[in-house]
């Protein structure tokens, strides 16, 4: 897009590509409180956050950016470089999840609570697409993800499929939530991001000069 940055490295973006990026990270962190506040599962590296909160005492917020603040020390054997979206993506999450979450409806009803959950991950897929396009720096996991998958020269999908199973057996032996909604978001995100990045392109129509 007009307003994406050219380089994931860009130490000095223009606003508007930074001001897209925050907006992007605070939809992805309501999208994620919204799968926590309806109780039927939630994404695996969520689960993980839940688990370790529960062993280390630590609030949900706070336990999302000890594990994100955790992915990035992998980075540095990797030698993945991180931009400014990378640590945005850690922080802006983190603090949004742990905001929100107080506040967000909690139905009583089973079906209202999968209504949510289905909401929650459209939201994570439309933040996806603007902080990706925002094109500032892989966030902490994706960065794992591509190191990974460049040192062990395996496919993306196997790479990516594998560190979803370890984090959700991590999380739920540590006393995380697996369910349903667990289950949507492993089938449900591809299809979200893609949504997202597509309305993004599509109804995007600021054209100011970007660096």
């Not at 470089?81 to 993506?89: D, E, H, K, S, Y």
Request: charged residues 5%.
């Amino acid at each position: 897009m007009s307003w994406s940055s050219r380089h994931p490295l860009n130490v000095k973006p223009n606003i508007l590509t930074l001001g897209m990026l925050c907006i992007g990270l605070v939809v992805f962190g309501l999208g994620e409180a919204l799968l926590i506040a309806a109780g039927t599962g939630v994404s695996p590296w969520t689960v993980f956050a839940q688990g370790l909160g529960l062993v280390m005492d630590l609030s949900i917020g706070w336990a999302t950016f000890v594990v994100s603040a955790g992915v990035l020390m992998f980075w540095i054997p990797l030698k993945q470089v991180p931009g400014i979206g990378t640590i945005l993506n850690a922080v802006i999450i983190s603090a949004v999840i742990g905001i929100s979450l107080p506040y967000l409806p909690k139905p009583p009803v089973y079906g209202l609570q999968v209504i949510e959950s289905v909401i929650g991950i459209l939201m994570v897929g439309f933040g996806s697409g603007l902080y990706l396009i925002a094109h500032l720096g892989a966030g902490p996991r994706d960065g794992l993800m591509t190191g990974l998958q460049r040192v062990t020269d395996l496919p993306i999908a196997w790479v990516r499929t594998s560190i979803e199973i370890v984090v959700v057996l991590c999380g739920w032996l540590l006393g995380g939530t697996v369910g349903l909604g667990t289950v949507l978001f492993a089938f449900g995100i591809g299809p979200a991001v893609s949504i997202g990045l597509f309305t993004v392109q599509k109804y995007s129509s600021i054209q100011p000069s970007v660096d």
